[in-house]
């Protein structure tokens, strides 16, 4: 068929068939995708059947048969190379699927059959299993791309079309699983409208697409009002498949954020109970923000994420599931030598009942509960996901907590699909005021024998090292510190709390905050190479602060989180450098109580103020948490396959649509350059703005360092001296300082600017957007 067409009507024909594929494309994909609950990200597959709707609506639209089958084998090509080169991420891909589709149908056939692939993979995450979907659907997304398109515009056939997408649906159908709405009603829609111009489509392509561009919208209005009139209450998830994909779209939303970086040095990012020491070195943040903080009260406040308990010469452990079932059902307990809690003599056993339901995180809160209650927001951005950061004294209780979980005694795990939690905490809580009463004493009682039996080990081979420093620090006679300890006791201050800020006084000076300390060397424990190296940071100081308590008699552990400055009703971002370490001592009657040990930290906290010094916090509600993400999706799009050629001639499109069409995408192209220039220079404007003259040269300096990374050059000297200053310092950097430093990121970027080709300046400033 050969039609004398206009520029105007090719190019209506040209923007149905774009139309029409895509329709056909994504509900497809989709409707797979929805019906077997698919680990993908939904983004990615988005954009690529953005991409290659019009590509190859292109593709088949050219009139030349040489250009067309060029165009078929490039796209081959370039499909069989992404496929060799992932070739590992699609066998895994396959299993997945396989796994998925099998699942589902036993599940619709009232099987408890599964297909368990592990012997196959090995044990697997779901942000691999997501990974490794997700390459296999861009490609097979690339695939159906052609063979609709083919149907459709090579061969214009409607039952063609309409046969080669329908086994797709059909096959959950089958065994009625209903597929995504959204993505069937888009199915539905491309059918109708072909069904309704398959005629046209083979004799009249322009009256064609003149029914495709007015029946659409109104096919679509009308679909739309039968989803609303036809709610699908009667449709049941399967509870697995349900959890499966909250779970996917979970930890595709982690990925999203940015989860894994905020906190590495720490052991925040991995999200493990554990903590690795063997592999910390240098300190090195990206500056990112970790987390969003909102509260009722302006001031300085500590987000634990979770404790430790054993040491293990290379790192930290948690208690076992079995040791906190004894916590609350109860257990024999043995006398240690050193128990302060009982002048029994050691070796005596006790049956400890156990602590129930009470939650001893929520011990000093209850402690105190004339204390006002704060509410305070914490939006978890780029942190360890497994984690709800939360602030001490503690008041929402297991019974009031949604979208978290307490587990032990060691910190709150996060819910699927809950990003932001409301907590309630009583900041002004205070040891001193400290009286639990009844079931809650009780309780506390109890708790108070698990902390002796299981937060006072120490390794038997550190033991003389570790009883060595107690010694020193027995006969250490600096008189500032001797005067710190008696000005806290005079004050009201514990004696544990006391006795932990002499000990970080004591290891203060006999070794230096370096956040550049080097890893310690294989095999080497990691308190004897701080002492060795007689320098470190939070981690050093608070791992042999925790160890020196213990082998005083103190119980203590080891704890990880954010430290931040919140400003009254205002979200404030935390980022990844105030990731930090320090140590809890256990208060008798009262609970863990946090206590700074690394030095230039300000480690006093809102019972120790002064009642003015406090603000006061508005009216509270009663807690509770709100839920966040939904679909967070993002890996990328590639290009796509061939074959066959059709069988019907068509005219060629105009010249004249070509020549428009590469200009019109070129000034695209550029403009979206410019404007990405414009975008990174008002985004630097506002960080170096800033009224936090610290953050400032903080961003000042990360710019700086790409800058340097692209460049192949290095950071003045004298930027990273203030940026360490202040990173690690506990002083607020002085207007000069601010404008130095300013001065020298404007100089060094326009030096590296200056440094490059021509061709290297245009990428430098308009696609990294450096300068």
Known sequence: MRENLTLT?????????????????????????????????YRTITVTCLVCAPLFTAVFSLPWRWARGALYLGCAAAVAVTAWRWLDLLELGGLVLA???????????????????????????????????????????????????????????????????????????????????????????????????????????????????????????????????LPREEYEQTDWAAEARLEIIDRLAAAGRGVANAGADLGLASGSDQIDLSRVGPLDFDGDTALRVRSETTGHIYLRGFSSAVYTGGGWEQLSDEVYQQMREGWTFTVPDMAAISSMKSGTE????????????????????????????????????????????????????????????????????????????????????????????????SYRYFVYENYLQLPEELKPEIDGLVQDLAGWNSPEAMEEMEANM????????????????YLSSIAVYDPDTPAAPDGTDFVTHFLDEGRGYCMHFATTATLMLRSIGLPARYVSGYVADT???????????????????????????????????????????????????????????????????????????????GTEEREPLSPWL???????????????????????????ARKFGQPDPNRAVIEMYLYMEKVAA????????????????????????????????????????????????RLDRLVFRYVLGLY
């Open 9 to 41: 009507r090719r190019t209506a024909v040209v923007l149905s068939d774009c139309l029409m594929l895509f329709l056909g494309l994504y509900g497809t994909v989709f409707c797979l995708i929805s019906a077997f609950h698919l680990p993908v990200d």
């Open 99 to 229: 796994r998925q589709v099998v699942n589902t149908f036993a599940w619709a056939l009232g099987s408890s059959v599964t297909l368990d692939i592990t012997s196959l993979t090995g044990e697997t995450t779901l942000g691999s299993e997501a990974a490794a979907m997700t390459a296999l659907f861009l490609l097979l997304t690339v695939a159906l791309a052609f063979w609709i398109g083919w149907l459709w515009q090579r061969m214009r056939s409607f039952w063609l079309t309409f046969w080669g997408t329908f086994p797709l649906l059909a096959l959950p159908l089958s065994v009625t699983v209903t597929p995504g709405w959204t993505p069937l009603l888009m199915l539905l829609l491309f059918w109708g409208v072909g069904l309704l111009v398959r005629q046209a489509n083979k004799k009249d392509l322009s009256g064609s697409a003149k029914t495709v561009l007015m029946t659409l919208p109104l096919c679509a209005l009308l679909l739309a009002g039968l989803g609303l009139a």
């Open 350 to 445: 006790l049956q400890i009942d156990g602590i129930g339901d009470y939650q001893p995180i929520n011990f000093p809160a209850m402690a105190d509960a004339d204390a006002d209650s704060v509410r305070i927001e914490v939006e978890n951005v780029g942190a360890a996901d497994r984690f709800v950061y939360t602030p001490y004294q503690l008041s929402t209780t297991p019974d009031r907590m949604t979208g978290a979980e307490f587990v032990g005694d060691a910190y709150l795990a996060r819910g699927t699909g809950v990003w932001t939690h409301i907590l309630y905490a009583r900041e002004t809580a205070s040891p001193l005021r400290a009286r639990l009463t009844g079931d809650a004493a009780q309780a506390e009682e």
């Open 490 to 505: 005079d004050q009201g201050v514990p004696y544990a709390v006391s006795l932990t800020r002499y000990i970080a006084a």
């Open 567 to 645: 400003v009254a009703g205002e979200w404030v971002d935390v980022p990844d450098y105030n990731a930090h370490a320090w140590v809890e001592v256990y208060l008798t009657g009262y609970g863990w109580q946090p206590v700074e040990v690394t030095p230039g930290y300000d480690g006093t906290f809102a019972w120790e103020k002064e009642p003015e010094e406090t603000p006061a916090p508005t009216e509270t509600q009663a807690p509770e948490a709100t839920p966040a993400p939904t679909h967070s999706q993002a890996p990328r799009p590639t290009w796509e396959p061939a074959t066959p050629e």
């Open 658 to 684: 070509w020549l428009l069409a590469i200009p019109a995408v070129l000034v695209l192209a550029v403009a979206g350059l410019v404007l990405r220039r414009h975008l990174a220079a008002r985004s630097r």
């Open 710 to 757: 692209h460049t192949g050059g290095t950071v003045d000297q004298t930027l990273e001296t203030l940026a360490k200053k202040a990173t690690f310092s506990a002083h607020v950097l002085t207007a000069q300082e601010r404008e130095t430093a300013r001065a020298l990121t404007e100089q060094g970027a326009e030096a590296a600017d200056q440094s490059r080709g």
